[in-house]
Every structure is written in C-alpha cells, then in structure tokens.
C-alpha cells in the first residue's frame, strides 16, 4: 500500500512557474506508477501527465506538453511535476495518484490519492 501527500501548490501569475512534489511512501515506490491530475470547479478530475515504473516513460496531456515536466527522485520517494509558462486554466487542485501497473490516464486506474494542493494562476 501507498500512501501519497501533494505539496507546493500556490498563488502564481500567468507565465511564472511552480513546482509541486509528491512523497510517497512505502517500501515498493519504485513498482509504482505515479501520475498528476487536476480537477478545476465544475470540471471532472482530468489527466495531466505521469511517469511509468517501467523504464520511467512519462505522458502528458496536450494541454501541458511542453510546459510540465515530470520526474521521480527514487531515493526520496518523491514525484516532482515542474510546471513553467503557467497559464489560468491551469488553476485547479492538483492530485498525485499512485498504481501499480502500466500508466493510464483514467481516474478509475489508480487506486491511491494524496489530498491535492490547489494551484491558482492569476492573469
């Protein structure tokens, strides 16, 4: 089982950047694969980008592609998602996922979630 807590999250203005960390822990982190969402108000939760326990492959949604980057620190049992060239529709809470398995990009294949932390972009 994992257990997954979200920080980093703020108040930022259009164009800046923010980093947002996930910790995780247990002891079989590595297996797992580690995915961000977003959910803004009134929208459904939505993919935005994860890094696979198979060779650390990452895949993002095209609305980020370009501006987030995704890594994972193994030795702290942590996943960063650097996100620069900040725009307002990226305002929304942001959730770290983990499962273990391939990568998807469906709420329903992750089966552990951190609380969020909410990322507001001013224009």
């Known amino acids: 089982q994992v257990q997954v807590v979200e920080s980093g999250g703020g108040l930022v203005q259009a164009g800046g950047s923010l980093k947002l960390s996930c910790a995780a822990s247990?002891?079989?982190?590595?297996?797992?694969?580690m995915t961000w969402f977003r959910q803004a108000p009134g929208k459904e939760r939505e993919f935005v980008g994860g890094?696979?326990?198979?060779?650390?492959?990452?895949s993002y949604a095209d609305s980020v592609k370009g501006r987030f980057t995704i890594s994972r620190d193994y030795a702290k049992n942590t996943v960063y998602l650097q996100m620069n060239s900040l725009k307002p529709e990226d305002t929304a809470v942001y959730y770290c996922?983990?499962?273990?398995?391939?990568?998807?990009?469906?709420?329903?294949?992750?089966?552990?979630w951190g609380q969020g932390t909410q990322v507001t972009v001013s224009s």
């Open positions: 890094i696979s326990w198979i060779g650390g492959s990452t």
């Open positions: 247990g002891r079989t982190f590595r297996t797992y694969t």
């Open positions: 996922a983990a499962a273990r398995g391939v990568l998807t990009t469906t709420v329903a294949g992750y089966d552990y």
